[in-house]
T-cell receptor, first 114, second 114 residues
Framework: QKEVEQNSGPLSVPEGAIASLNCTYSDRVSQSFFWYRQYSGKSPELIMSIYSNGDKEDGRFTAQLNKASQYVSLLIRDSQPSDSATYLCAVRYAGGTSYGKLTFGQGTILTVHP | ETGVTQTPRHLVMGMTNKKSLKCEQHLGHNAMYWYKQSAKKPLELMFVYSLEERVENNSVPSRFSPECPNSSHLFLHLHTLQPEDSALYLC?????????????FGSGTRLTVV
């Protein structure tokens, strides 16, 4: 059973701080990794994707991937109250099927307080 | 219309009713998915259609019946549901064959079974 694990939180950070969200996965043939943001009562929105080891930056967001440790993280710099949401980690696995099924973690609730 | 559109946004139905959820994607994708999201639970994959063929059915009760008449449309037919089926039902689409592709989600249908 392929698994994606996240700390469900809640993670609480003060406004302006760096929020660090972590995700581990169980299958070494994982191909690509995605972070989604989901506001309460809304659908998930893709905010970052990463495929190679290292860091990928997009504005205030940085995704970090370490395939040897089977670990992917999302850093949010200068956190704002509007960043308060549930963050979902998703992993796309290679092999077995020809279609791109994603496996999602249970999500981490982030609260940014003023 | 752009992206992935789901209708209706909200649905209240009795346990003896029959209703259908509709999803339409305007992205030219070739794969579509139904997910169920219950309160405080991770996303549960229900059905996967790739190139209009159902390629995955995750032990979903027969009271849920999917239909994919073409690559742009996906339906979820509901009948004799139970109160525990109340949840947010999310449709997503993706482009198979491209590992760098994540999902694009629709806004979801909030279903309440009474």
């Amino acid at each position: 059973q392929k698994e994606v694990e996240q700390n469900s939180g809640p993670l609480s950070v003060p406004e302006g701080a760096i929020a660090s969200l972590n995700c581990t996965y169980s299958d070494r043939v994982s191909q690509s990794f995605f972070w989604y943001r989901q506001y309460s009562g809304k659908s998930p929105e893709l905010i970052m994707s990463i495929y190679s080891n290292g860091d990928k930056e997009d504005g205030r967001f940085t995704a970090q991937l370490n395939k040897a440790s089977q670990y992917v993280s999302l850093l949010i710099r200068d956190s704002q109250p509007s960043d308060s949401a549930t963050y979902l980690c998703a992993v796309r696995y290679a092999g077995g099927t020809s279609y791109g099924k994603l496996t999602f973690g249970q999500g981490t609730i982030l609260t940014v307080h003023p | 219309e752009t992206g992935v559109t789901q209708t209706p946004r909200h649905l209240v139905m009795g346990m003896t009713n029959k209703k259908s959820l509709k999803c339409e994607q305007h992205l030219g994708h070739n794969a579509m998915y139904w997910y169920k999201q219950s309160a405080k639970k991770p996303l549960e994959l229900m059905f996967v259609y790739s190139l209009e063929e159902r390629v995955e059915n995750n032990s979903v009760p027969s009271r849920f019946s999917p239909e994919c008449p073409n690559s742009s449309h996906l339906f979820l037919h509901l009948h004799t549901l139970q109160p525990e089926d109340s949840a947010l039902y999310l449709c997503a689409s993706s482009q198979d064959g491209d590992i760098n592709y994540g999902y694009t989600f629709g806004s979801g249908t909030r279903l309440t079974v009474v």
